[in-house]
C-alpha cells in the first residue's frame, strides 16, 4: 500500500527557510516521479515543483529562484528547500506521486509565513 508521509512545515518569518520531506513507502520510489502542491485558504490547489525519476526538475514561476526540489532515492524520500519565503507562500503542502491509479497524496503539512 502507497503511503506518503511530510513533515517539515511550521511557522516561519518572511525571508526565513523552512525544508519539507516526504517520505514513500509501499512504492519503487525511484522509478516515479514526485512533486510538491499547494494549497492556500479560498484557492485552488496549485503546483510548485516536480522531479522524474532521472531527476528532471521543473517550478512554478512563484517559487523559481527560492525553492528547491531534491530526491533521495536511497531513503525513499523529496525534499522540498524553501528559502526567501514569503507571505504569500502560506498554504498546505502536499506531496504528489505521479503516474500510479491508486493514492498518490500525502496528508499535507501547514507552512505560514507570517511575522
Known amino acids: 500500500q502507497v503511503q506518503l508521509v511530510e513533515s517539515g512545515g511550521g511557522l516561519v518569518q518572511p525571508g526565513g527557510s523552512l525544508r519539507l520531506s516526504c517520505a514513500a513507502s509501499?512504492?519503487?520510489?525511484?522509478?516515479?516521479?514526485m512533486g510538491w502542491y499547494r494549497q492556500a485558504p479560498g484557492k485552488q490547489r496549485e503546483l510548485v515543483a516536480t522531479?522524474?525519476?532521472?531527476?528532471?526538475?521543473t517550478y512554478a514561476d512563484s517559487v523559481k529562484g527560492r525553492f528547491s526540489i531534491s530526491r533521495d532515492n536511497a531513503k525513499n524520500t523529496v525534499y522540498l528547500q524553501m528559502n526567501s519565503l514569503k507571505p504569500e507562500d502560506t498554504a498546505v503542502y502536499f506531496c504528489?506521486?505521479?503516474?500510479?491509479?491508486?493514492?498518490?497524496w500525502g496528508q499535507g503539512t501547514q507552512v505560514t509565513v507570517s511575522s
Open positions: 504528489k506521486l505521479f503516474g500510479v491509479s491508486g493514492p498518490s
Open positions: 509501499g512504492i519503487i520510489f525511484s522509478v516515479y516521479a
Open positions: 522531479i522524474s525519476s532521472g531527476a528532471t526538475i
